[in-house]
């Protein structure tokens, strides 16, 4: 595999320091990652509130019609997993397999506040939802299939000390005017296996900071995600930045550096209200810039090859993705084993 000279920089520095952390060679977090199928899922709609849709696939999303709302609802067992203590990085991943037309709507994603069930879920019988969105991304676009990744780390982390009713995803503002952009994503019933979703918790892989969208940013926040299996000294770390770009081709960067605290005499999080974004931050120091265009499907995607060496493991690295517009997802703080 060819080594871009971006990625070699990276290479060479984490090389160097690694020479600085001889004295923290004990140092070693365990990582876990689970990818986690719902117990039950399915969504209801407005235009026939008492129809149950408990196991259908694939199930619909957002806004069908003028006036007719969609709220699609995931659930997840943690209970086996308890001991493991709250995961510090939590994704909801759905496959959209289909779309009504051109565009998109931004679908959030909410903790569900209440009990419900698979079998008897309708638009008349709903749980209670927190209507503060913890996350949000574009759906509906018949040109952009393919995965949806939602960071829930906010609302999973609840369940190892609380009550856990699951995860709703709606349109955000549910307003009336305006055209309809339905979903389809694939259900756990779905004969599509490969594409059914689940919830991808992690520990030793942390989500912090919050993405920021440009006004000219209508797709939802970026979200960057690890896509190895594991973060494994000697092994390459996939990097994967979800709604990186508005479409394909555009350019997009991952900062990766060494701190979360300072960027040279800069301290961080570095507020970008000197360039009229004062709700984004940059929250890592860029120790090097590892750039790429977006795919087709407005995604963007980075290999990072990690030393073979196992002092690598008392160094924590940190990533954020910075796209066109000043568009930033939040960060991660991973720690390699």
Not at 11 to 18: E, F, G, K, T, Y
Not at 76 to 87: C, K, N
Not at 132 to 160: E, H, I, L, M
Not at 216 to 227: E, S
Request: glycine share 8%.
């Amino acid at each position: 595999m060819q080594v871009s000279p971006r990625k070699r920089n990276i290479v060479a520095a984490l090389a160097s320091i690694l020479g600085l952390a001889t004295a923290c060679d004990g140092v070693l977090l365990a990582q876990t990652t689970l990818r986690l199928a719902p117990d039950r899922d399915a969504h209801v709609e407005e235009a026939n509130p008492t129809t149950n849709y408990g196991t259908t696939s694939p199930l619909k999303l957002t806004k069908e019609g003028n006036s007719a709302w969609i709220r699609t609802y995931f659930g997840f067992d943690v209970r086996p997993y308890l001991a493991l203590g709250a995961p510090t990085s939590a994704v909801l991943r759905v496959y959209q397999s289909g779309a009504s037309g051109a565009g998109c709507l931004a679908a959030s994603a909410h903790a569900v506040t209440s009990a419900w069930s698979e079998t008897t879920l309708t638009w008349q019988a709903q749980p209670t939802f927190d209507n503060n969105p913890v996350d949000y991304r574009c759906v509906g676009d018949s040109f952009y299939k393919g995965w949806r990744v939602f960071d829930v780390t906010q609302v999973a982390r609840t369940w190892w000390t609380g009550p856990n009713h699951g995860v709703l995803l709606r349109t955000g503002w549910e307003i009336r005017s305006g055209a309809s952009r339905l979903a389809l994503v694939r259900s756990r019933e779905d004969s599509v296996s490969a594409e059914r979703p689940f919830l991808e918790l992690r520990w030793a892989i942390t989500s912090f900071g919050a993405a920021c969208a440009s006004s000219q940013n209508l797709r939802g926040q970026p979200v960057l995600v690890i896509d190895s299996d594991d973060a494994l000294v000697g092994k390459p770390l996939d990097l994967h930045a979800f709604d990186a770009a508005s479409s394909g081709g555009r350019a997009a960067f991952v900062l990766a550096g060494f701190s979360k605290q300072t960027w040279g005499s800069l301290p961080l999080p570095l507020n970008l209200a000197f360039l009229n974004l004062p709700n984004c931050n940059v929250h890592v120091s860029g120790d090097d810039i590892l750039g790429t265009l977006a795919l087709s499907g407005k995604d963007a995607k980075w290999t990072l090859p990690l030393p073979n060496d196992a002092r690598l493991r008392a160094i924590p690295l940190y990533f954020q993705m910075l796209g066109e517009n000043f568009v930033l997802s939040q960060a991660l703080e991973v720690r390699v084993r």
